[in-house]
């Protein structure tokens, strides 16, 4: 038996205790196409039903055990029976019955006897509004699952009854039951937050008399308290005369898209780590800066702040630790900045200030109606006072400072890139200057920083074309005045400038990451010349290299180590390699691994500028280093201070207390030497025994292998 799931045809009940009545019923119904079943009274007109779920119900009210009003009422209580099309088949045309008949769930009525063709079209008819109703019904419950899943309700206001009908999902948006809300647009309006109701008002009213749809967002308050923000959108609804008949809308809960709204502009205009504006936000800001200081011909400055040796703590103590620094000196930059509208003029109540994060340890300040350009340097000084003071980090006292660029609107440039570039140009003069200060941008310093520009050009095309030469500056041992050796030294032939010194390339190297190539090539280069000594007969000596920070800490060394003892042939032990206290310290197991391995290749050790950086004896054992070389700051006033010489004593004695060679550098008098061979120096560099030279000048100091007498 199939099921009504699977029905292809209509399916009618059939419910009259006359056999013959039934008979007729089902002829009519089967010729139009009609499946039927039937039952001879009430009670089996229920099993019926429940068994066969027909689609339709044909049924008699005078029947034995059980009446067709009965039937009818109880029918309407069994699944599926709240809907069914009941068709009242009697032969009582009185109205108390037929009036009887609807109050016990009869959809429709025919008397009897009946013409067969207005029976069957009474059912079609019945079915036809049935399977309408239905459609109906189920449309709504799907619109109703929509609208719960798209949080949308729907609501109607007749402006002249001030009627408000909110559908049920709008209802439980607002949470309200739907019996609870009083269905007044008054009511609605006193579920809008205070801030947004006239706003709400107005947008409804405008529909009305500027016949233009209504699209905004307002806030609804919860029964809670809380609020949340819906999007309301509605049309105005006339007749044929354009008299407005209603407004009909709807209203989509868009907290969360509100929500992640909020949250893009985070990421897009703050920084995440430090909440601050970010260069985004920032160059807006001084968009708007400059055209109201344009406009009103007042002053402002851009101040570039950068911490000094920031690298050095993120990579010493971690990027965790460095982003808690972070987080701590925007907290105390927003404090001091929080006071610079003392040095600026009062415009309509507007903050004077704006601080922002450009990336890293990078950061600016906006100073907007500025009485008098130089009071951007009294806000400078404070803010190089605040960061003086201690940081306190996870039980860590740590110290930075800063380095300040100022560029003045409209002296120094007129558009944000120009005020940036020329902010960032005074930072790096007050970088040159020692740090921790600040410094006013001028023309000179832009004509430096496009000749540094320039340099950085030549220095890459150096390295590509080897460009450098390699000077030597010979070591002595002190007690026999003997040459033992040489610091190698880097010079840069450039084609137009002439010989250069490091000093005038080297900073430069190192902020393009040049540097590591060029140490690269000074140890091949002069591995390669010390090698070539020792063929032309010279005595073996011990060539020194400084080596960088980046080529210590990179990936590179080992290798660059091995080849260029294997393709020069150089004994290891003519080759030593030179870091500083603060290359060695700034991550000590590492470095200890580093030392160790290169040990093991057989290279001299050596820490250069020893007593400058802020290493302790703990660590210092614990390096496999064979010297230390004294600091030439502390031989330069051996002489004229007392101080020096108990400090250069106690380098010395500690150094041979650990098995150390010490070699002091920057001796340029003899009274020098005496005093440091006194107190028990090994070996010596300086202008007194020889100025860095060339490879050939250096090669003529070298003594001769001794030859072997015949036996």
């Known amino acids: 038996m199939q099921t009504f799931q699977e029905r292809t045809c209509p399916l009618a009940l059939v419910v009259d205790d006359e056999p013959q009545m039934r008979t007729l019923v089902r002829a009519m119904l089967e010729q139009s196409g009609h499946e039927v079943c039937e039952a001879e009274n009430g009670r089996q007109a229920l099993e019926r039903f429940a068994e066969r779920r027909p689609d339709i119900v044909l049924m008699d009210i005078i029947m034995p055990e059980m009446d067709g009003f009965t039937a009818c009422s109880r029918l309407r209580g069994l699944m599926g029976g709240s809907r069914v099309p009941i068709l009242v088949m009697t032969g009582l045309d009185d109205t108390e019955s037929i009036a009887k008949a609807y109050e016990q769930g009869a959809t429709d009525f025919i008397t009897k006897p009946f013409n067969p063709m207005v029976l069957s079209y009474r059912v079609r008819y019945m079915l036809r509004g049935s399977r309408t109703l239905d459609a109906l019904i189920k449309s709504e419950v799907r619109l109703g699952l929509a609208q719960r899943i798209a949080k949308i309700g729907n609501w109607e206001w007749r402006p002249d009854t001030n009627q408000f009908t909110a559908s049920a999902e709008f209802c439980r948006l607002m949470g309200i039951r739907s019996q609870d809300f009083a269905g007044t647009f008054d009511a609605y309006i006193q579920l809008v937050h205070a801030e947004d109701r006239s706003r709400v008002e107005q947008a409804l009213k405008g529909t009305l008399t500027k016949r233009v749809p209504c699209d905004i967002d307002h806030r609804l308050i919860l029964p809670n308290g809380a609020d949340f923000t819906v999007n309301l959108q509605a049309e105005a609804v006339f007749d044929d005369q354009m008299k407005a008949l209603s407004i009909v809308g709807t209203a989509q809960d868009i907290t969360d898209r509100k929500q992640s709204e909020r949250e893009i502009h985070r990421l897009a205009y703050f920084d995440s780590l430090t909440g601050l504006p970010n260069r985004v936000l920032f160059k807006d800001r001084v968009e708007q800066a400059l055209l109201h200081a344009s406009r009103y011909r007042t002053t402002m400055a851009m101040l570039f702040l950068d911490l000094d040796r920031f690298k050095v703590i993120n990579d010493t103590l971690g990027h965790n630790i460095g982003d808690l620094l972070l987080k701590s000196v925007a907290d105390r930059l927003a404090e001091s900045v929080r006071h610079s509208d003392s040095v600026s003029r009062s415009v309509d109540k507007e903050e004077n200030h704006s601080l922002a994060r450009l990336g890293g340890d990078e950061f600016t300040v906006l100073l907007t109606n500025l009485c008098d350009a130089q009071d951007a340097g009294k806000v400078a000084r404070r803010i190089v006072e605040a960061l003086v003071k201690p940081f306190s980090i996870e039980?860590?006292?740590?110290?930075?400072?800063?380095?300040?660029?100022?560029?003045?609107?409209?002296?120094?440039?007129?558009?944000?890139?120009?005020?940036?570039?020329?902010?960032?140009?005074?930072?790096?003069?007050?970088?040159?200057?020692?740090?921790?200060?600040?410094?006013?941008?001028?023309?000179?310093?832009?004509?430096?920083?496009?000749?540094?520009?320039?340099?950085?050009?030549?220095?890459?095309?150096?390295?590509?074309?080897?460009?450098?030469?390699?000077?030597?500056?010979?070591?002595?041992?002190?007690?026999?005045?003997?040459?033992?050796?040489?610091?190698?030294?880097?010079?840069?032939?450039?084609?137009?400038?002439?010989?250069?010194?490091?000093?005038?390339?080297?900073?430069?190297?190192?902020?393009?990451?040049?540097?590591?190539?060029?140490?690269?090539?000074?140890?091949?280069?002069?591995?390669?010349?010390?090698?070539?000594?020792?063929?032309?007969?010279?005595?073996?000596?011990?060539?020194?290299?400084?080596?960088?920070?980046?080529?210590?800490?990179?990936?590179?060394?080992?290798?660059?180590?091995?080849?260029?003892?294997?393709?020069?042939?150089?004994?290891?032990?003519?080759?030593?390699?030179?870091?500083?206290?603060?290359?060695?310290?700034?991550?000590?197991?590492?470095?200890?691994?580093?030392?160790?391995?290169?040990?093991?290749?057989?290279?001299?050790?050596?820490?250069?500028?020893?007593?400058?950086?802020?290493?302790?004896?703990?660590?210092?054992?614990?390096?496999?280093?064979?010297?230390?070389?004294?600091?030439?700051?502390?031989?330069?006033?051996?002489?004229?201070?007392a101080q020096p010489a108990p400090i250069v004593r106690a380098i010395i004695a500690m150094a041979h207390s650990l098995n150390l060679l010490v070699l002091a550098e920057g001796v340029e008098q003899e009274a020098q030497r005496t005093l440091l061979l006194e107190e028990g120096c090994d070996e010596a560099q300086g202008y007194l025994f020889g100025q860095p030279m060339p490879e050939n000048a250096f090669a003529q100091l070298l003594q001769p292998v001794p030859l072997r007498k015949a036996s």
């Not at 010194?501 to 540097?515: E, M, R, S």
């Not at 820490?607 to 064979?626: A, E, K, N, V």
Request: proline letters at 3%; glycine letters at 6%.
């Open 395 to 641: 039980g860590r006292e740590i110290f930075v400072t800063v380095s300040i660029g100022i560029a003045i609107f409209p002296s120094d440039g007129d558009s944000v890139d120009t005020l940036l570039k020329n902010a960032d140009c005074a930072m790096y003069h007050a970088k040159e200057e020692g740090r921790n200060n600040f410094q006013f941008y001028s023309s000179t310093l832009n004509a430096a920083a496009n000749e540094r520009l320039a340099l950085e050009g030549e220095l890459r095309h150096a390295v590509e074309r080897e460009e450098f030469v390699v000077y030597y500056q010979p070591k002595v041992n002190l007690r026999t005045g003997g040459i033992i050796g040489a610091e190698a030294l880097v010079r840069w032939q450039h084609p137009q400038r002439g010989l250069m010194q490091p000093a005038a390339f080297l900073p430069a190297a190192v902020d393009t990451g040049l540097i590591r190539a060029i140490d690269e090539w000074v140890l091949r280069t002069a591995c390669r010349h010390n090698q070539a000594w020792q063929h032309r007969g010279k005595m073996p000596v011990s060539i020194s290299i400084n080596v960088s920070n980046s080529l210590f800490h990179g990936n590179t060394l080992l290798s660059a180590v091995e080849q260029a003892l294997s393709q020069t042939g150089l004994t290891p032990a003519c080759l030593e390699l030179e870091l500083t206290e603060s290359i060695a310290m700034r991550n000590v197991e590492a470095s200890i691994v580093m030392l160790t391995a290169l040990k093991s290749m057989g290279v001299q050790l050596c820490i250069d500028d020893f007593g400058t950086g802020y290493s302790s004896l703990s660590y210092l054992q614990r390096l496999p280093i064979d010297m230390v070389k004294i600091d030439q700051s502390f031989i330069r006033e051996i002489l004229t201070q």
